[in-house]
């Protein structure tokens, strides 16, 4: 049985798009949709060119086509793909321009609102009653205190200042090379509008944590709970808020 040229036309262009999605299928990495268009468009061409070699190929092609249109013992099958055919068009554009309700993208939030618990070595924080366990001593033994907040400087000029800025301003080496850039922690409209279960979290989880609203580009800062320890953290927090002279934003 001979396969109507039409058919092997759509079949051919289906293998086409099957072989452009193939790589997103084998290997969870797909073409992007620009280039998909483009090779489907040199696909048909290339298989129209094939098809429409000969007069007697062309009239096989595209018979059918003309038939549907012309012959009239085909009205009703035509009445219904012309029926049809608007709708599908219809249809795809709604599906395209349907209103979306997420927030726009430019409006990225710097400090987003925290989740309630985080994940972070191994435990569930909750982040409505996490505090500073160093915190206390700054009253109660504020020699203890003063070396923990040189242990947690020694923290931040070994990982943070290349970002973060010697002076805590946001201004450091690489700082020009990133985008969001790195935020300052000098000044009242930093981390001290901050509670320290809030930067607790900022710093363990870095931009990969952050929540979807402030994520249209991708923050450069480090997931530190891969590198620091629990204890490390809770150090530089002491540190940057100490030599900032800013005080963390507490629970009424
Ligand atoms: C590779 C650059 C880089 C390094 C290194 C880095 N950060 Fe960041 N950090 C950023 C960027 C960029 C942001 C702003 C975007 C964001 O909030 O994720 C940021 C944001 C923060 C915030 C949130 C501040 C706020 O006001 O919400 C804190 C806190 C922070 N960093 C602390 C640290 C600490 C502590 C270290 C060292 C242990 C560190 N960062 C190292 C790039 C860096």
């Not at 608007?86 to 209103?99: D, M, R, S």
């Not at 997420?102 to 409505?128: C, I």
Request: aromatic residues 14%; contains cysteine.
């Amino acid at each position: 049985m001979k396969i109507p040229r039409l058919l092997q036309f759509i079949v051919l262009v289906l293998i086409a798009y099957g072989i452009c999605k193939l790589p997103q299928y084998l290997m969870g990495k797909p073409i992007p949709g620009s280039l998909i268009l483009m090779y489907m468009f040199f696909a048909v061409v290339m298989i129209l060119l094939v098809m429409t070699s000969t007069e007697e190929s062309t009239r096989e092609l595209f018979g059918p086509i003309k038939a549907l249109v012309e012959d009239p013992s085909k009205a009703l099958i035509r009445n219904i793909v012309f029926v049809i055919v608007p709708l599908v068009a219809g249809y795809l554009t709604y599906e395209q321009l349907k209103p979306s309700f997420e927030p726009p993208v430019e409006l990225r939030s710097t400090h987003p609102a925290p989740p309630s618990t985080m994940k972070a070595f191994g435990k569930t924080y909750n982040l409505m009653t996490l505090e500073n366990p160093y915190r206390k001593l700054e009253k109660e033994d504020p020699e203890k205190f003063k070396e923990l907040v040189r242990e947690g400087g020694e923290v931040y000029f070994q990982n943070c200042f290349f970002c973060h800025g010697d002076k805590l301003y946001g201004k450091g080496h690489y700082a020009h090379g990133f985008n969001p850039l790195p935020l300052p922690f000098q000044g009242k409209d930093t981390i001290a509008q901050l509670q320290e279960s809030f930067v607790f979290w900022r710093i363990a989880t870095g931009g990969p944590g952050l929540p979807k609203e402030s994520t249209p580009w991708l923050s450069s800062m480090p997931i530190w709970q891969h590198f620091l320890s629990e204890e490390e953290i809770w150090k530089v927090i002491l540190f940057i808020y100490d030599y900032t002279g800013n005080v963390p934003r507490a629970w009424e």
